[in-house]
């Protein structure tokens, strides 16, 4: 009974893994093959004579090293910017009680529920009259629009959970509050702004609404909606859409790599909101 | 140290309290938050009210004040509520589909067994893939010609010609939400994961000595720890999918023939395909009253929950 439960486990987690899988090894094997292989019918599993034609092409015909750059510069920045912003900001949410704490909170569990199209318009006409269109400060606020609540509601959860205790312990030695904060406080929350960090990286990253509204100039374009070009052209070449999926994805498959004890712990303080 | 430290040090402990050096600092804290929410969220916000008042080309730098005839007409049209119906099929579809996925995965990365945390990375793939390559990836496998799926399907013999994925309407509202249930399904599993993880042991095995089998374990215990954490996912994620614009968008961009048109669909379509400024605004407020509108009253309802408790 027991050994049959075992091999349920087992049969149940291998299935799930390759089904789940599946498109993801399938954009590897077609990023692989060269165009006279993707057309085959039935297609392979894997390519018979695997090349890296795609990825050669893919960095020196198109513009897809461009849209790379954009969108590191723009998640880069997006991150720095708004864990800037965000850090004081929970840290007053969590310590001072006359902040009118309970409204301010409530009103950014609202804008979290904000769809980014019902912003986006309104965001596109304002930032065409200040020159924002079609440029990186102009798509790092726009992006701030989901970072920054979300960040303060992550970063909210990391500084509750440091005891109050221990700050007050600095302050009484003769620390400052600014002091207490940099000296004890932020060490100890330095996880969750790994965590928060991340996250809001991969979310700028993966930001497909904003671009596509705030970026219209070839050049200014990020690497999702560039991507989405490859298809939306009349000759659809599978090798090079897959090639580039494959590099959009590595970056945030590493980043989850190097935190992943963080970004479960981070996913499940955030997501329960 | 240095002069300047001191007398940075001197001008801060100046005269003022300690309480009002405090306040000071707090304040200091608090108000690039608010600044940047005001001028990013609120005034955008407002200022799409006023945008959806107006008669007014993408292009144009002024509108027209029509008062709520953009309301009037779009509450008027066909398109809306088929769009509206489109989300709440959209998103109940995958949410449901979402939640059953999530928890049963999460329940088997809570047994133990060799190689768990290995499976529980390569289940949570699929949310970390960004969402236009997982969609571009899928859209080419669901191919009429070249997808790899009608050719499995196709040698397998369970179908004799191709399937149309994303040609008729009750297909392609199906790959739809199959294909939001696959990118998704992760958020629930690791949040449920979580929750179960929580669970004390004991009371497992208190109820295996009460002689109480899986199912009635799964009953009695589980489902009774993951029920509030369960209802908040299924609210959030159902209004996070009805305002979900990139994958609709990418799929199937609304069609065929406006069949899988969700509301976000209809209000970019608006604005930037039709270049009807007011009307997109709208579409783009009644969704967001809509949205905040039942997120309170949920909230309100979670808050007396918990009182009662």
């Known amino acids: ?147 920054l609540p979300f960040l303060l509601w992550m ?43 991340i996250f809001a990286f991969i979310l700028s990253w993966n930001d497909y609404v904003y671009a596509l509204i705030l970026m219209t100039s070839e050049s200014r374009k990020t690497i999702t909606v560039g991507l989405s070009l490859f298809v939306e052209s009349t000759t659809i070449e599978p090798g090079l859409m897959t090639a580039g999926g494959v590099l959009v994805t590595v970056p945030v498959l590493v980043l989850f790599m190097f935190v992943q004890r963080y970004l479960v712990q981070g996913l499940a303080a955030g997501a329960i909101r | 140290m240095g002069p300047f430290r001191a007398w940075l040090r001197a001008a801060f402990s100046s005269p003022r309290t ?116 997982a969609i571009l990836v899928i859209r080419w496998m669901l191919n009429d010609l070249y997808g790899i799926l009608n050719s499995w399907l196709l040698q397998l013999q369970i179908v004799s010609a191709p399937v149309a994925w994303l040609g008729t309407p009750t297909m392609a509202m199906l790959s739809l939400v199959g294909i939001n249930t696959w990118m998704f399904y992760p958020f629930v599993m690791i949040v449920v994961l979580a929750r179960l993880q929580m669970i004390p042991l004991e009371l497992y095995e208190a109820a295996r000595v009460d002689g109480a089998g899986p199912l009635s374990q799964f009953r009695n215990i589980t489902l009774p720890q993951i029920h509030a954490v369960l209802a908040l996912l299924v609210l959030v994620r159902t209004l996070w999918m009805f305002n979900k614009f990139d994958t609709v968008w990418l799929i199937t961009q609304g069609g065929p023939f406006g069949t899988t048109q969700t509301l976000p669909v209809m209000a970019y379509l608006r604005a930037f395909s039709l270049y009807e400024l007011g009307t997109g605004a709208a579409v783009g407020m009644l969704l967001c009253v809509l949205l905040v509108g039942i997120f309170v009253v949920y909230h309100r309802w979670m808050l007396r929950a918990a009182e009662r408790l």
């Open chain 1, 155 to 197: 970063l909210r959860d990391f500084f509750l959970a440091i005891p109050r205790e221990l700050e007050e312990a600095a302050l009484v030695d003769g620390c400052s509050r600014p002091g207490a904060l940099r000296r004890v406080v932020l060490p100890l929350a330095r996880p969750g702004l790994i965590a928060a960090g």
């Open chain 2, 18 to 133: 300690a309480r009002q050096r405090e306040r000071l600092f707090a304040l200091a804290c608090i108000s690039p938050t608010v600044f940047l929410i005001s001028a990013v969220i609120v005034y955008p916000a407002l200022f799409s009210f006023w945008l959806s008042l107006q008669h007014r080309d993408l292009f144009a730098p002024t509108g027209t004040f029509v008062g709520v005839a953009n309301y009037a007409y779009l509450l008027s049209r066909q398109e809306f509520w088929q769009s509206f119906w489109n989300g709440i099929v959209f998103s109940f579809g995958s949410v449901a589909l979402q939640t059953l996925l999530g928890v049963g995965l999460a329940l088997l990365l809570n047994r133990p067994f060799k190689g768990r945390d290995f499976v529980r990375s390569a289940l949570l793939f699929p949310y970390l893939v960004p969402s236009v390559v």
């Open chain 1, 1 to 147: 009974m027991r050994r049959l439960a075992a091999t349920a486990t087992y049969v149940t987690a291998t299935v799930a893994v390759i089904v789940m899988l599946f498109p993801l090894f399938w954009m590897m094997s077609l990023s692989f093959r060269a165009d006279t292989e993707q057309f085959v019918i039935p297609p392979t599993l894997l390519p018979a004579e695997p090349v890296v034609g795609n990825y050669t092409r893919l960095l020196q015909e198109t513009n897809f090293g461009w849209y790379v750059w954009n969108s590191l510069v723009i998640a880069t920045a997006t991150v720095v910017f708004t864990l800037t912003i965000a850090c004081p900001g929970a840290y007053a949410l969590t310590r001072f009680s006359f902040l009118a704490r309970p409204v301010f909170a409530t009103g950014i569990l609202f804008i979290y529920m904000f769809p980014p199209i019902f912003l986006g318009i309104p965001l596109f006409v304002i930032f065409s009259s200040l020159k924002l269109t079609n440029s990186f400060v102009g798509l790092v606020l726009a992006h701030t629009t989901f970072a």
